[in-house]
Every structure is written in C-alpha cells, then in structure tokens.
C-alpha cells in the first residue's frame, strides 16, 4: 500500500475514533488501527497517534487560521482530514507540498467544494505562516 492508500485508511481511523470520543465509547487506539490496516504499519501508527496526542495544539492552529469558523463545527471526516494535514504540516519531515496536496486530494474526494478549499486555504496559511512553532 502506497503513503496516499494510507492516508485514507489513517482518515477513516481517525473518523471512526472521533465518533468513538463524541458519543463517549471506549475504545483502545491500536485496536482501531488493526480494524483498518491488517499488517503494522508506522506510518500509520505515527500519523494516528500523533494526531491524537497532539489534538488540542492541532486544533488552536486549525482555529487560529480558520476565518469565522472552529474545527469543532467541521464535519468528523473534515476533522480528520485537516488534523492529519496540520499534523503533517507541522510536527513530520513529509514536505509541506506534499502534506497539503494529500489533504486537499482526500477532500475532494470525500468533501463538498467549499470545505475542500478551505481546508486547502488553512493548510496554505500554515504553510507560508508562522505557526511551526506552536
């Protein structure tokens, strides 16, 4: 599986862990991820956890270059998409480009329009932005 298969499986997982967190069931992440990705795998064990480890400093810099709107009122899948793009972004060495063309593709795919270029216009403010070292 290449790194943009993977990327889809780690949205699904996230999505699935965020409904998992909003109607308060317990889970156990390395479970979810087995659900998803048969073999282990670190690429998406690092992208999984690290969003998830890194969630509330994710999403203040979600929130911060966000214009009129908070994270939290996004659609799960459209969380999903953006923490992984932001975590990526800022706390891995996969080139910024790459980053964002990964997130923007996943949201064409499985957003509308209108989300799909905003999460294309956050990743590119943190991009070009000084938010690295948040």
Do not use: C
């Not at 400093?57 to 214009?67: H, P, S, T, V, Y």
């Not at 992984?84 to 964002?100: F, H, K, N, R, S």
Request: no cysteine; glycine share 2%; aromatic share 8%.
């Amino acid at each position: 599986m290449n790194r943009t298969e993977l990327r889809k499986k780690i949205m699904t997982i996230l999505y699935q862990i965020f409904l998992y967190d909003a109607s308060k069931i317990n889970y156990n992440v390395s479970d979810v991820i087995k659900e998803s990705v048969e073999i282990e795998n670190e690429f998406v064990n690092e992208i999984v956890n690290g969003v998830l480890e890194n969630k509330n400093d994710i999403d203040k810099i979600a929130n911060k270059n966000l214009k009129e709107w908070t994270i939290d009122r996004l659609g799960k899948i459209d969380q999903a998409i953006l923490r992984m793009g932001i975590y990526e972004l800022v706390y891995t060495d996969t080139p910024e480009v790459v980053a964002i063309n990964e997130a923007v593709e996943l949201a064409k795919e499985y957003s509308d329009d209108k989300v799909k270029n905003m999460i294309n216009a956050v990743l590119d403010k943190i991009y070009h932005g000084d938010n690295k070292d948040e």
